[in-house]
């Protein structure tokens, strides 16, 4: 059996009250405690972003990943941690920050699955269907947490999909020079036909799906307009979150996709993708290589797609709600414009930080 081990969690005086979790062996302190419904403060899940840097106050603890760039060298001087990478050796006493915004809509679980289909949306991006023997829950937008026992690695990839009773979770990935889980995913990973659950046990061919995580999840309250901006494998939440939109009534106007690649290849055709389902939206694609743009024939735009933002948008753009996911750079631009130039509260602009 695996040891299970206390967990009390010091907060701030601004945040909720003290509380305690127990955690097992085998789990991260921060994913233990959204489990049990705790509000941790998180974004990213592997050790990119920081935002769930923490003191150990008391007990022992496992560091699975010292150099995870989310914590800066002064602050692992100090003894910060980063608690989406630690695992409990000892009953702890940790100081962690929290708030109602991170309380978990639906907790997070662990599935065994298996993956049965693959297909190719660009030349290095495809759409992996996963099968689990219990529904897919979670919002529109939000990721999964992705191993395999020949890694013993966790790679983060958002579902494209709506929840569904069948339990089928479709991932957007694109390979990865070097990337170890993607290149498995593409090569090594052997497909199996759906309903063939007697083979889901293979090891060699399971996968572990841990969901739901993610804070960049549709609003359904919210009835502003939506724009969607994207690039590269971040086309999967905003897929999601168009399919919601588009099933979703309160809804009325037709969404927007701004969707940037390096050049034509990386452009998937995601209107007739989308209408092939009865959904419908503005798509405005761009790229960003000169010559590949010339290369691949290109007629449309060519530049970064936070520039061609004003030129897409009737209203200003501040009237509209703001759903980001792709490169980080891409990321970073687009927030940076929308807020200095765009007066857009950071409350209408959601993206998780992959940093």
Known sequence: ????????????????????????????????????????????????????????????????????????????????????????????????????????????????????????????????TFQTSSPARFLAGQYALISHARLGQLRAYSMANLPNQQGLWQFGIRRVTGGKMSN????????????????????????????????????QEITRP??????????????????????DSAHHAIPTLLYGGRGPDDIPDVPTMLAEEGITLRFHPVVSVPELAQAGGWTGTVGFVHDTIHHHLTL?????????????????????FLQLQGNVPAQQIHFDRFF
Request: hydrophobic content about 35%.
């Open 316 to 336: 200003a753009l501040s009237e509209y709600e703001f759903y980001l996911a792709g490169p980080p750079p891409m990321i970073e631009a687009t927030v940076r």
């Open 226 to 247: 939506i724009v969607c901006i994207g690039g590269g494998s971040g086309l999967a939440p905003l897929l999601s979150i168009l399919r919601q939109v588009g099933t």
């Open 184 to 219: 498995l995913l593409f090569d090594a990973v052997q497909l199996q036909e759906p309903g063939t659950e007697a083979h889901m046990n293979e090891l060699r061919d399971e996968l572990s799906i841990d969901v739901p995580y993610g804070l960049a999840y549709l609003r």
């Open 1 to 128: 059996m695996t040891p299970q081990f206390h967990i009390q969690l010091q907060t701030s005086a601004t945040d909720a009250s003290p509380a305690h979790y127990t955690c097992d062996a085998n789990d991260t302190l921060l994913r233990a405690g959204l489990r049990q419904g705790l509000g941790l403060a998180y974004e990213c899940n592997v050790g990119a972003c920081g935002s769930c840097k923490f003191d150990l106050i008391d007990g022992e603890v496992d560091d699975l990943w010292p150099e995870a760039p989310g914590l800066r060298p002064k602050e692992r001087e100090r003894g910060k941690r980063l608690a989406c990478q630690c695992v409990p050796r000892s009953d702890c006493t940790i100081k962690l920050r929290s708030g109602h915004e991170y309380v978990p809509q639906i907790q997070p679980r662990r599935h065994r699955a298996s993956l049965i289909s693959k297909t190719m949306l660009t030349s290095d991006i495809a759409i992996f």
